[in-house]
């Protein structure tokens, strides 16, 4: 292995860690270093498709965007996917491995499993200078400790030095710090080589106190304070983040603007097995949209858009939105309003979705009916990126000319489309073929395209065709979506190059630092909206 490591360990889940990767993935490829991104194991929703046509956690691509590189399965060689409270589908090297429990994964399958990840880290070692590694949820959980191969087994296997981070958003962070080193082997703490607070609001100085008692008490020095960074563009790495926005909805204010400059109201809904939430960052971006994640029929009615999203469930999530009477709710609203459905969502809106091999339910299950298309489960993934061309003439009644599409799918279930289906787009990479459908009326498509909402010309168009339909004025402020994420990585570089000790965090991989003169030139998240 001939990089030098450092891994992000947190104190638990949702402290940082995901970014905080990828902010040190962006410095050191800043200061001239080959550097990838690396989580040995990564249990989430929110996957993304490698240029191999593999399937790999979200965070790592991000990660992997951040460090200029190209997304690899090898960044992050096991992904789970929760289909249950205890059971998961098990993603290895990209692909589906197989459905079990969390017992059984735990007892008998990850010594199975840690050569193919010592296997992984070895390949991206031998190609970078740098590798920087996240861990999975806390490194003392020590119900889980044997048989844990995303923590301290992998720190010992690359040699890390690893950086402890707690957050103080979340209270306690001071407990947490010490806690969790202190449920470590001594072999383990004289590995972790500083702690660090993120996501601090106020004066830093107040702070003094308590890390002083700590670095006392642990002997391990403060790297820094990083400070809570509004408006950051970046997506959280698993929907912990869209809990308490799902019973939100528009306030009495919100429903009684009449103006045609009024925000275009979207609600995409809350499924249990939701995935793939970061499709919608970029919508949520423009000052001219109001989206909220929902999980009512009232919520539905007083939307514009309403938005079936990705989910590893489809035929459970749509069993639940009958059991809430969301069905209805969504039937009702389409003679009226504008509906989407991305992947499991474009799904729900066919006919039927039949599933002979089991993947979820046996036999036949009756869909929305609100486009023309039936879906078969399949016992193979599709995974891959694709390109092409948006291929009908019109949306939501109004004229749309042949825009560029991109975008990555990720599903199980062959769709089979009416021979009269007007389809939503043409693919020409990876192969010629047709992809979704819109409805008669052109109020209703589906797509399997997940990221289709970042390609910049196509969101500006959707937006202007639904606020046309509605008959609200155009907007004059967008936002160029590729240009405010790469400004909210440099943005979220310099926090980290102000807040951290960079110097010696570059000292644990015998690096030397070259702090830049200024960070003036890095373009704020404003001003690129």
């Not at 844990?148 to 710090?177: H, P």
């Not at 002083?212 to 970046?234: D, F, N, T, W």
Request: charged share 20%.
């Amino acid at each position: 292995m001939s990089a030098r490591s450092i891994m992000i360990l947190g104190t638990s889940s949702h402290v940082g860690k995901s970014l905080l990767t990828a902010g040190l993935c962006r410095i050191f490829a800043q200061q001239g270093h080959r550097v990838a991104p690396f989580k040995s194991q990564n249990m989430s929703l929110n996957s993304a498709a490698t240029v191999e046509g593999l399937e790999i956690g979200r965070a790592q691509a991000l990660q992997a965007e951040a460090a200029g590189v190209p997304a690899s399965v090898h960044m992050n060689p096991i992904l789970i996917k929760p289909s249950g409270d205890s059971s998961s589908q098990v993603v290895v090297r990209g692909k589906i491995w197989g459905q079990i429990t969390a017992a059984d994964y735990h007892r008998r399958r990850v010594t199975e499993l840690l050569p193919i990840v010592r296997e992984s880290y070895e390949i991206l070692a031998s190609k970078h200078d740098v590798i920087i590694l996240e861990g999975a949820g806390s490194p003392a959980e020590i119900n889980l400790k044997q048989h844990d191969i995303a923590n301290m087994r992998m720190a010992e296997m690359a040699n890390a030095a690893c950086l402890l981070v707690g957050d103080i958003d979340r209270g306690g962070v001071f407990a947490s710090l010490l806690g969790t080193l202190e449920l470590l082997t001594a072999e383990e703490r004289e590995r972790v080589r500083g702690f660090a607070i993120n996501k601090f609001r106020g004066d830093a100085n107040l702070l003094t106190p308590g890390i002083q008692m700590i670095e006392e008490r642990v002997h391990k020095q403060c790297i820094g304070v990083v400070p809570y960074l509004h408006s950051l563009a970046l997506e959280e790495e698993d929907s912990v983040g869209l809990n308490a926005a799902k019973q939100s909805t528009w306030s009495k204010e919100d429903l009684a603007n009449h103006s045609a400059e009024r925000p275009l109201r979207i609600a995409v809904l809350a499924l249990p097995f939701f995935s793939n939430f970061t499709d919608f960052d970029s919508l949520r971006s423009e000052p001219s949209v109001s989206l909220r994640f929902c999980n009512q029929a009232e919520t539905i009615a007083q939307a514009d858009i309403v938005i079936l999203p990705g989910t590893k469930q489809t035929v459970d999530d749509l069993q639940w939105m009958r059991s809430n009477g969301l069905d209805h709710a969504i039937q009702s609203f389409s003679s009226k309003g504008l509906v989407v459905g991305i992947c499991g969502g474009m799904q729900m809106l066919g006919e039927t979705i039949s599933d002979p091999f089991e993947i979820e339910h046996r036999g036949t299950t009756e869909a929305l009916g609100l486009l023309p298309l039936q879906t078969i489960m399949q016992t193979r993934k599709t995974t891959r990126n694709v390109s092409g061309r948006f291929a009908a003439t019109t949306l939501f009644g109004q004229t749309i000319e042949p825009l560029p599409l991109s975008g990555y799918e990720i599903h199980i279930g062959q769709t089979i489309y009416s021979p009269h289906a007007n389809h939503f787009a043409t693919f020409s990479v990876p192969d010629d073929s047709k992809d979704g459908c819109i409805s008669a009326n052109t109020q209703v498509f589906g797509t399997y395209l997940h990221g289709v909402f970042d390609d910049d010309a196509f969101r500006h168009h959707f937006l202007s065709a639904a606020r046309a339909f509605y008959g609200l004025n155009k907007t004059g402020e967008l936002t160029q979506w590729k240009l405010l994420r790469e400004a909210s990585l440099d943005r979220l570089a310099s926090a980290l190059s102000r807040s951290l000790d960079m110097e010696k965090i570059f000292n644990w991989v015998n690096l030397t630092y070259n702090r830049p003169e200024s960070t003036s030139q890095i373009p704020s998240v404003e001003a690129v909206q």
